[in-house]
T-cell receptor, first 114, second 112 residues
Framework: DAGVTQSPTHLIKTRGQHVTLRCSPISGHKSVSWYQQVLGQGPQFIFQYYEKEERGRGNFPDRFSARQFPNYSSELNVNALLLGDSALYLC?????????????FGDGTRLSIL | GESVGLHLPTLSVQEGDNSIINCAYSNSASDYFIWYKQESGKGPQFIIDIRSNMDKRQGQRVTVLLNKTVKHLSLQIAATQPGDSAVYFCAENEDSGYALNFGKGTSLLVTP
């Protein structure tokens, strides 16, 4: 079975632009979470979605938004990009998104802001 | 604020030796802990997890130990192999929360 897939793998944008990142969860998984990983740091939680509803949100500004579709895939949108948004954006899925379950990660989208 | 942290940023071991990677946490409400391995250019890969009602859990060549008294977690890798070279993260989760809170990571280098 395919794991979590993310697209694109790499992206270069300039300050002020917006970006949309995409994620397809493992088949059968209904929950998707997004994380930001800055170079040299551990991933930081951005959002979790389950059954198209936002369940949790990390300490990120309103420029960050997401949604989940009926097929459980998800998009992460970032507006008014800043240099500090340069990072690896990771998507993770698990069956129901309940606490105390392992989350399975994709290989991420590397976003570079010029 | 409360956070998960790692004692050592880098660890170098010889092939065939056992490796121990340590992690401290400060959140008393943490009740689920998980270890991930991240290779260069890839996402974190699940290794093993443990709940707060357990002290020890074993997998294939890996063991996780949890000491709730001192809020300490460790990952032991037996007979370390070159393929084990990666950055290892511990993460924690509260029963009431959906986020995994990660530490900064320990880089494990296995030398022949």
């Amino acid at each position: 079975d395919a794991g979590v897939t993310q697209s694109p793998t790499h992206l270069i944008k300039t300050r002020g632009q917006h970006v949309t990142l995409r994620c397809s969860p493992i088949s059968g998984h209904k929950s998707v979470s997004w994380y930001q990983q800055v170079l040299g740091q551990g991933p930081q939680f951005i959002f979790q979605y389950y059954e198209k509803e936002e369940r949790g949100r990390g300490n990120f500004p309103d420029r960050f938004s997401a949604r989940q579709f009926p097929n459980y895939s998800s998009e992460l949108n970032v507006n008014a990009l800043l240099l500090g948004d340069s990072a690896l954006y990771l998507c993770a899925s698990n069956p129901a998104g309940a606490p105390g379950q392992p989350q399975h990660f994709g290989d991420g989208t590397r976003l570079s802001i010029l | 604020g409360e956070s998960v942290g790692l004692h050592l940023p880098t660890l170098s071991v010889q092939e065939g030796d056992n490796s121990i990677i340590n992690c401290a946490y400060s959140n008393s409400a943490s009740d689920y802990f998980i270890w991930y391995k991240q290779e260069s250019g890839k996402g974190p890969q699940f290794i093993i997890d443990i709940r707060s009602n357990m002290d020890k859990r074993q997998g294939q060549r890996v063991t996780v130990l949890l000491n709730k008294t001192v809020k300490h977690l460790s990952l032991q890798i037996a007979a370390t192999q070159p393929g084990d070279s990666a950055v290892y993260f511990c993460a924690e989760n509260e029963d009431s929360g959906y986020a995994l809170n990660f530490g900064k990571g320990t880089s494990l280098l296995v030398t022949p």
